[in-house]
């Protein structure tokens, strides 16, 4: 976690504002320890209580966030109802453990004023740390003296070539008491061994599209809730707040209705706008409601974006 640091620029100069979970499990202490490893200043709020984390990012010159992508934008409206940035000191933010695209990575980074890296860890491999964003920003460089990275094609399991688009697959070199051997990660990616300009010499894979089990087949097109986000993003007045709803009647098709929250005069142009838009982009008919700022639920972690009512409307769940 020291390199993922060392990536991101953090030095001991840095106060590192901690905002992911401590536990019984590593992601938390993961970064604590890093930043710890670089000489930085630890401030360990934990996830949650964010009227407390802006108190403390200012009062004590939080200069680099830690969190899940999504809390980040908590922090970025709650910023935006007090004072706003005023006061604040953000250079760098660390985000990870869920996909997110570079459309929210832009809001993120206009809200917060800060440049955003995304890292890579699981817990099956002993937590963040397995890769991690440079300043380049093209892809997260995989730490290859302690992790081996294949991709295979999530229907068989045969390695694919590199270029080709398919599920993570890790092996751990270093652990001796649980060594990890081709573990399936269910994330979808692609692996690039092409020289990265910031002279690293570790092989890199893009960024996380999401998982093989996130995928939605609704009326048999495949659809991952990355590519709404990435299309959301361009449209003003979003902010990065969404969920996709996907219901059957009996016997009729399923729909998809995509909830937004965005700041707008004409709702119903919008609506129009981006069921249009998911159409032409993807070639799926939705339906689009949006709502006015706050309406959403938040996550202190990770975010859930796909409500699915399937089961239940069929039958097929519990009672």
Known sequence: MGRVMEYAGVTSRDVVQNAYGYGLFTGGMGLHLGAEA??????????GVTQ???????DLGTTVLCCTPSYALVLAEALRGLEGR?????????????PWSDGLRGQIQTHLGLEAFDIYGLTELGGPGVAAECSRHE?????????????VDPGTGTPLQEG????????SLRREASPVLRYRTRD????????????SPYRRFLRIQGRTDDMLVVRGENVFPSQFEELLAGFAGFNGQYILVVDRQAHSLDTLEVRLEADTADEQ??????????RDSIGLTVTAKVLRP??????????????????ASTGSGPP
């Open 86 to 98: 005023e006061g604040v000191r953000l250079r760098v933010g660390i985000f990870g453990a869920e």
């Open 164 to 171: 080709r688009p398919g599920e993570l697959v890790l092996t």
């Open 269 to 278: 142009r919008l609506e129009q706008e981006i069921r249009d838009r998911i």
């Open 38 to 47: 670089v000489g930085a200043t630890v401030v360990p709020t934990s996830s």
């Open 188 to 199: 979808r990616t692609v692996l690039t061994s092409e020289p990265c300009a910031c002279g």
């Open 139 to 151: 892809g997260l460089h995989i730490f290859e003296d302690h992790f081996y990275a294949e991709v």
């Open 294 to 311: 706050g309406v959403l639920p938040r996550s202190e972690g990770k975010a859930k974006r796909v409500v699915d009512h399937r089961e």
């Open 52 to 58: 407390r984390q802006v108190m403390l990012m200012r």
